[in-house]
């Protein structure tokens, strides 16, 4: 019998919070992005909360640190944890919760990837998913060999190759390849592999993996990104998708746009799950919530916060922090011209400026209330209410939550959203499934080689 449709959830655990000023919060460990404990409080308030899965974002570079002009030396998210090795670490300390880590296909190897991957799925029985990204950080290009990013177009082509190899190499064993008959001796069935032998543009892997079939039959694949390629890649590969929406009409837009993509490739448009983010601030009452989100944006300093701008709309300082900003200051900034979600969300904060007649503090302050995600203040039933309208009319299938600071905004949210969620039947009150797979409700995985023996010498 089918379940009843509901919410999934992902955590998504970056740095110490998304809040730019988290790290200054009375009760969050300054230190914490370096400590693993600090993960693991996280991690076990996830599961507390039977959160799907907890997603480990990742720019492989020190961003911002090459721009002279930012304010640097207030920048908590300069270092932190490599995000598979934190995986991996997590791992064994949890029983239900899906572990997702970010990769870019164009600074790994396919062949490395795809047994990482593999591995984790293994130690943790079947809950780990890849992030999938093409990356568009040039502070990342400067990390491997180039001084800038490579232009879309060839980025996705490589991604694609990238995910054909790798998806191979996962399909290289057969679930009941290895007999490890002690009697006979013999340790694996050879009819029941196949070699990838792939040769293509950008990688040459002939396999098969040296990692047995992963409990998933593959990890999950995950991808984020707003333009047609993206939207391609994510209808023919992914099983969720990360969207980065600020408000119902643009998530309403994106959802429909990406399910119709699905159904034009015959498939079930359900097979994919698409997630926008929701950074929230919770209070029991609405003077609460005000309050708590008041206490983080005043930790903002005002250095930071025109650092925050310039990537955006270009260095502000110039103007009064708090008169209107005069109209058409906002040209500059737009680093990442390949990066629709971000010049969507600068679009969408020029509306703002306009309509609200934002100062400078203003701006920042908007900029850290959810960028380029759904912001929101309120009690658990204001941001449940938002979360069931979006969820109930084509704009999500679930959230990834963006806790402001951790671990404390998680605790609200486990101990007040979603109960609140529960109550309306709209999210699990215990894990339904073994695999991240069967919690997110996917078909289950087919083997791409379901009739192509292959001889090992080949
Ligand atoms: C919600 C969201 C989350 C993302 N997370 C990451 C990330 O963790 N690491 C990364 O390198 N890129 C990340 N990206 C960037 C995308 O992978 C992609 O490079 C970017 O969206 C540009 O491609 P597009 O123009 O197709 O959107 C993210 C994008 C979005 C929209």
């Not at 998504?12 to 992005?33: E, T």
């Not at 934190?86 to 880590?101: F, I, S, Y």
């Not at 503090?361 to 069931?388: F, K, N, Q, S």
Request: glycine share 8%; proline share 6%; with cysteine.
């Amino acid at each position: 019998m089918s379940r009843k449709r509901q919410i999934k959830l992902a955590l998504s655990l970056g740095n110490l919070g998304y809040h730019p000023a988290c790290w200054r919060h009375p009760d969050v460990p300054a230190d914490g992005n370096m400590t693993f404990a600090h993960f693991v409080n996280s991690l076990r308030l996830a599961e507390r909360g039977k959160f799907d899965m907890i997603f480990l974002a990742d720019v492989a570079a020190t961003r911002d640190l090459d721009d002279p002009k930012l304010a640097r030396e207030r920048l908590h998210h300069i270092v932190k944890h490599e995000p598979l090795t934190l995986l991996a670490a997590l791992a064994p300390l949890t029983k239900d919760v899906g572990l997702v880590a970010t990769a870019s296909t164009t600074y790994n190897h396919p062949f490395d990837l795809a047994r990482k991957f593999a591995t984790i799925d293994h130690i943790s029985r079947g809950r780990a998913g890849w992030n999938m990204v093409t990356s568009f950080s040039a502070d990342e290009a400067r990390n491997f060999g180039s001084e800038a990013i490579a232009d879309s177009a060839k980025r996705y082509a490589r991604a694609r190759e990238f995910h054909d190899v790798v998806q191979s190499l996962w399909d290289s064993w057969d679930e009941d390849a290895f007999i490890r008959d002690k009697e006979s001796g013999i340790y694996l069935d050879l009819g029941k592999f196949r070699l990838p032998n792939h040769k293509g543009e950008h990688f040459s892997v002939r396999g098969p993996l040296d990692v047995a079939r992963c409990p998933q039959g593959r990890p999950l694949i995950v991808t984020a990104g707003d333009s047609d390629a993206s939207q391609d890649l994510a209808a023919d590969v992914a099983d969720v998708l990360y969207a980065g929406q600020p408000d119902y009409e643009s998530a309403h837009a994106y959802y429909k746009s990406v399910k119709r993509r699905l159904a034009a490739r015959g498939r079930d448009p359900d097979s994919l799950k698409i997630l926008p983010g929701i950074m929230a601030f919770v209070g029991r009452t609405q003077q609460e919530a005000e309050d708590v989100f008041g206490q983080m944006q005043a930790l903002i300093h005002p250095e930071m916060g025109l650092g925050m701008i310039l990537p955006l709309f270009g260095d502000l300082s110039h103007l009064p922090l708090d008169e209107p900003i005069p109209e058409g200051a906002l040209t500059g900034g737009t680093r990442y011209e390949d990066f629709q979600t971000h010049n969507r969300a600068a679009q969408h904060l020029i509306d703002r400026v306009q309509r609200e007649k934002l100062s400078v503090r203003g701006l920042y302050e908007a900029i850290a209330e959810g960028y380029w995600h759904m912001g929101m203040v309120g009690t658990p039933e204001a941001i449940a209410d938002r979360m069931e309208h979006w969820f109930l009319n084509e704009a999500a299938d679930g959230f990834i939550f963006l806790p402001p600071y951790t671990p404390g905004a998680i605790e609200r949210f486990v101990d007040l959203v979603i109960p609140e969620l529960q109550r309306r039947g709209l999210f699990r009150t215990e894990y339904e499934g073994r695999t991240l797979r069967e919690n997110l409700e996917l078909p289950p995985v087919q083997h791409r080689y379901a009739v192509r023996p292959m001889n090992v010498a080949s």
